[in-house]
Structures are given as structure tokens and as C-alpha cells.
């Protein structure tokens, strides 16, 4: 069966990772997105290698290793809409759309008439999506917004590294950039809600607006919780957490683990592995909450008989009692992981430089209409005369034309794609 938003035509006017990430996950689902971009250079995140991918001869390509991360499934046309020719290809494939996302500065595309207000009077039934680093509105909306700006500014890393006075503390971005990955998956879910709502009898589309510092402040979740009702910012706590205790990471005799115990039952199997029976006797331990108020007591004695045994033997003792752990793995370790085999999690798609290049699943996983993997981050203008073919008419003269002028680019062959 089709996707479920093979329905769906998607107008991508977005580069990086917040807007790809956002409009990668429709395509997922079924959707046919349209990529515009520039030609020449397109998607700014095609150049932010090395590592680039490889062509059949172990060259690098001009595919770095970044947008292949982000745009599965989607159609390149190359086409620039800072020309009036380019504007109204533009226009005319919004014509025919049902989405329209953007992440660039606030107003920045009303100029090339291709902002909200202008789209939505030639189409009223375009749900258009704005995704910017601090919104619409506000002191802060002609600001630029980027990831590592926006953990710091939104309170993510006032909670993140090891702790003020241990060595090593201080404040610590995440490993991937989360405020854009969660605003991407933000932007999806107002998307689809406003297409269900236009769906469902409005007749009309809307503008949505997402900003990564919104995403990031909302995504603060239970700290955000913890501040409100104690009036207490929390502080880092580096891998421990912030309200169970001992839910952290542990050195064992050969390496390290984390230790997640998540109510006093898994507690007191704990200890019975732990051969610390005594700690569910004792009053200022046997409930989390005296745990948590005593974790300075607590955790240097667990952590001294977790160093006495090796990463396996506590592995396998603690799921043998139902006790939450795991080890922590470098990616090769992941996709070697029987688990993610068995889910399937590593895809390779054919690709036309290098005859394939792996891709990474998408986590849904649906009965009936299964996610498919069939077109491989696209090339700089691989599906320009495709598109403006069956979408807008032109012709191969009228195509020729625009490419003569430098309007639109298609992708050449993959002896022009390959990288000095």
C-alpha cells in the first residue's frame, strides 16, 4: 500500500537540519516532497564534510556525509528564485502543493513573493510552516538561531555536564544538535494537525510558526517542572539523575554501565545481586525519595561494589532479576547490536555515484503501510526537468532555455559530481 501521505505534495524551501529533518520524516511516511534549491551550490550542508561520500572508485564525492542524513526521499530542483523566471517556477509548484516549508529569516521571502500571505492568495489551501531560530515575534525574531546557541539560551546545558565541583564540570552541548532534530519533529506534528484540520472541513490551509528556542525551552520537560514548582533552578548533575537514585552511569571492573533503577522493587533486586541486602532494610534507603536526599552516601558505596565485578557479569545478573541496564556503545557497537539487526535500523539505497549509500531507518514502524526506502538523498538538481515537466508543462526547449540562463540546473552525471 502507499504511504500513508502519499496524498501529500510537500514544497521544501528549507536547508540545514531543522526543515530537512521535518520534511525528510513526511517523505517517510509517503509524501512526495520538492526540494528547492540553489543551483550551484545547493543545500549549504553538501559541502559540511569531510566525510563525503565515495564514488565506485573511492573518491570523494560532492555528497558530504550531513545531507545525506536529512533528505531521504526527496526530488531536487535546482532553481533560483532570486530571479523573476525562478520566482514563478517557485510559485507555480506552490500552486499545486498541500505543505510548504521554510526556514529562512523572518520576512526573508516576501520580497520573491513567496512568503505566507503571498503563496496563501494563489493557494488557500497551502499549510505553510515557518521554522526560525527564535519565531515570528519578539525582541529576538531578526536573530539568527543555531543549535549550540539555542542549548545555552533555553537552559539545556545549565543541566548538562558533570557537576560544578567535580573535575571535568561545566556546561556541556548535547552530541547532536536536539533543538534542531526536536523542532524538525515539532514542525512535522503542527503540519500534519494542520492538514487533519483542513482536511476535516475548514477547506483552508494556515501558517505555522516553530522556533528552535520555543522547542528547546518546551523540551526542558521535567526540569522545566522541577524549577516551576520548587523555585529551584536545577543544576547540572552529569550522568546521574536529577530525581532517582541510582540511576547513572557505573565503572565496573573492566569498563562501564549504566545502572537505571526505576522504583524501589528493581531497587531491592539491586541489592540482592549487589549482595547488599541490608540497603532495603535501611530506612534511609529502601525509597527512592530518602535515596535521592542521601545520594552522596549512597552512590560512592554502589559504585565501590559495582567495581568489583566486569561489565558482563553485572549485565547478565541485572536482566536476569529485571534490573535496568545497559552498556554504553560506540556506533559500531550499535549497528553491530543484535537488536537493531533484528529491527532492521541499517538500510543501503541505490545511489547513482556511488551505487549505494547507507541510510538509517526511520523508527515508525506501521502494519499496514510500512515505510519505504526507495530514492536515496537526491543530487543537486536530479529531478529539475522531471518536476517542471510534469508539474508546470515546460517543455525540453523551455527547459533548455532556463538552464542556458542559469534559472534552474539539473545534475550533469556523476563525472561532474565529483569533488577536487
Known sequence: MPGPLSHLTV???????????????????????????????????????????????????????????????????????????????????????????????????????????????????????????????????????????????????????????????????????????????????????????????AGKGQHIDVALFDTQVAMMAVMNMNYLVSGVPPERAGNAHQNIVPYQVFACADGHLILAVGNDGQFARFCEVAGKPEWVRDPRYALNAERVKRRDELVPRIAAVMRTRTQRDWLAALEAVGVPCGPINRLDQVFADPQVQARAMLRDLPHPLSGSVPQVANPLRFSATPVEYAQAPPLLGEHTRAVLRNRLGLDDAALAELAARGVIQWAQGAGQRLRS
Open 11 to 201: 514544497l521544501d524551501l528549507s536547508r540545514v537540519l531543522a526543515g530537512p529533518w521535518c520534511t525528510q520524516l513526511l517523505a517517510d511516511l509517503g509524501a512526495e516532497v520538492i526540494k528547492i534549491e540553489k543551483p550551484g551550490t545547493g543545500d549549504d550542508t553538501r559541502s559540511w564534510g569531510p566525510p563525503f561520500l565515495k564514488d565506485r572508485e573511492g573518491r570523494d564525492t560532492a555528497e558530504a556525509a550531513y545531507y545525506l542524513s536529512c533528505n531521504r526521499g526527496k526530488k531536487s530542483v535546482a532553481v533560483d528564485f532570486t530571479r523573476p523566471e525562478g520566482r514563478e517556477i517557485v510559485r507555480g509548484l506552490a500552486r499545486g502543493a498541500d505543505v510548504a516549508v521554510e526556514n529562512f529569516k523572518v520576512g526573508g521571502l516576501a520580497k520573491y513573493g513567496l512568503d505566507y500571505a503571498s503563496l496563501a492568495a494563489i493557494n488557500p489551501r497551502l499549510v505553510y510552516c515557518s521554522i526560525t531560530g527564535f519565531g515570528q515575534t519578539g525582541p529576538y525574531a531578526d536573530r539568527a538561531g543555531y543549535d549550540f546557541i539555542i542549548q545555552a539560551m533555553g537552559g539545556f546545558m545549565s543541566v548538562t555536564g558533570e557537576r560544578d565541583d567535580l573535575p571535568g564540570g561545566g556546561p556541556q552541548k548535547a552530541g547532536v544538535a536536539i533543538s534542531d532534530l526536536m523542532t524538525g519533529m515539532y514542525a512535522a506534528s503542527a503540519i500534519l494537525a494542520a492538514v487533519a484540520q483542513r482536511d476535516a472541513g
